[in-house]
């Protein structure tokens, strides 16, 4: 399929097949969807086509829209070098694929651990103080913000009971990006076009990684996030950008081995807050263990 265009690689029976497979009778709306994404982007129009259909694909096995106005998942364009069969350096461009902040919610909400999940801008009004050592955010979100835009808060909170907020200063946000980004300083790139959801999906897809509960398609979403997708289905990706991240899933815990952790608890060898960073333990598993106390 390498010599075809990307509307040829999508007129292929076992194309098409695989894609009606992965997203039912919307397969023929899936291709338009794709195909006029293309089309209307001039560089995205000069990408190697397997490298769209790479993505779009992805996007289906995580059942994110690639709908720009939804903000779920974007195929991007970008520019890579490469070597050719004689040695010489060429600028290719390719499509990555990036995940947006919105979708990493939809991807959340999904897995049925989170009660509430959020990440919004923090205006010079509604900023007070920040402590980095506690991570203590003294802002008011119940007025309007107004001024200039100073940071960026996310807030998850699971149904277990563990709440935790995150706060990055813009100044901290544009670090980031510039060291972990190739893009950051393109005047084409996200990161110029559309600053403010790609702070969001930074911190949010920063603290869902370190303290979220992870199902297999988020670890999945965020492993492939800001690659240029090789095979969808073995998950061969190449990194563009320095940030992809891959995050191990918690592991699930059988009710039998409950017990093990009661006594661990009462022994001080652990804590419920350990048990929850390391394992998915369930509403009831957790409030089980709530219980439980140091014995002296």
């Given at each position: 399929?390498?010599?075809?265009?990307?509307?040829?690689?999508?007129?292929?029976?076992?194309?098409?097949?695989?894609?009606?497979?992965?997203?039912?009778?919307?397969?023929?709306?899936?291709?338009?969807?794709?195909?006029?994404?293309?089309?209307?982007?001039?560089?995205l129009?000069?990408?190697d086509?397997?490298?769209?259909?790479?993505?779009?694909?992805?996007?289906?096995?995580?059942?994110?829209?690639i709908n720009?106005?939804l903000?779920?998942?974007?195929?991007?364009?970008?520019?890579?070098?490469?070597?050719?069969?004689?040695?010489?350096?060429?600028?290719?461009?390719v499509?990555?694929?990036?995940?947006?902040?919105?979708?990493?919610?939809?991807?959340?909400?999904?897995s049925?651990?989170?009660?509430?999940?959020?990440?919004?801008?923090?205006?010079e009004?509604?900023?007070?103080?920040?402590?980095?050592?506690?991570?203590?955010?003294?802002?008011?979100?119940?007025?309007?913000?107004?001024?200039?835009?100073?940071?960026?808060?996310?807030?998850?909170?699971?149904?277990?009971?563990?709440?935790?907020?995150?706060?990055?200063?813009?100044?901290?946000?544009?670090?980031?990006?510039?060291?972990?980004?190739?893009?950051?300083?393109?005047?084409?790139?996200?990161?110029?076009?559309?600053?403010?959801?790609?702070?969001?999906?930074?911190?949010?897809?920063?603290?869902?990684?370190?303290?979220?509960?992870?199902?297999?398609?988020?670890q999945?979403?965020?492993?492939?996030?800001?690659?240029?997708?090789?095979?969808?289905?073995?998950?061969?990706?190449?990194?563009?950008?320095?940030?992809?991240?891959?995050?191990?899933?918690k592991?699930a815990?059988?009710?039998?081995?409950?017990?093990?952790?009661?006594?661990?608890?009462?022994?001080?060898?652990?804590?419920?807050?350990?048990?929850?960073?390391?394992?998915?333990?369930?509403?009831?598993?957790?409030?089980?263990?709530a219980?439980?106390?140091?014995?002296?």
């Open positions: 399929m390498s010599n075809l265009t990307l509307k040829g690689i999508f007129e292929k029976d076992s194309v098409k097949q695989k894609i009606t497979e992965m997203v039912g009778k919307n397969s023929t709306g899936f291709i338009s969807s794709v195909l006029q994404i293309a089309t209307n982007n001039a560089l129009a000069k990408a086509p397997m490298s769209i259909y790479n993505c779009a694909m992805m996007s289906a096995a995580l059942n994110l829209s720009q106005n903000g779920h998942a974007y195929i991007i364009p970008y520019n890579e070098n490469k070597q050719d069969e004689n040695g010489q350096w060429q600028k290719v461009c499509a990555q694929f990036q995940v947006g902040w919105k979708g990493i919610v939809q991807l959340a909400l999904r049925g651990q989170y009660k509430a999940i959020n990440v919004i801008e923090v205006y009004n509604q900023f007070k103080s920040f402590n980095s050592l506690t991570e203590e955010l003294d802002a008011d979100f119940s007025i309007d913000g107004e001024g200039e835009i100073i940071g960026y808060v996310a807030y998850l909170s699971l149904l277990n009971g563990f709440e935790k907020t995150s706060y990055w200063s813009k100044a901290k946000v544009e670090k980031h990006g510039a060291k972990f980004s190739k893009t950051y300083n393109n005047p084409k790139g996200v990161w110029k076009q559309d600053f403010d959801s790609m702070a969001k999906k930074t911190v949010l897809k920063n603290t869902i990684s370190k303290w979220g509960v992870l199902s297999i398609e988020m999945k979403a965020i492993e492939v996030d800001q690659a240029v997708i090789k095979d969808p289905e073995t998950m061969d990706v190449d990194y563009v950008d320095a940030g992809g991240e891959v995050v191990k899933v592991d815990v059988p009710d039998s081995e409950l017990p093990a952790f009661v006594e661990a608890i009462k022994a001080g060898n652990t804590t419920l807050e350990d048990l929850d960073a390391e394992y998915a333990l369930t509403f009831e598993q957790s409030k089980a263990l219980d439980v106390k140091i014995e002296d």
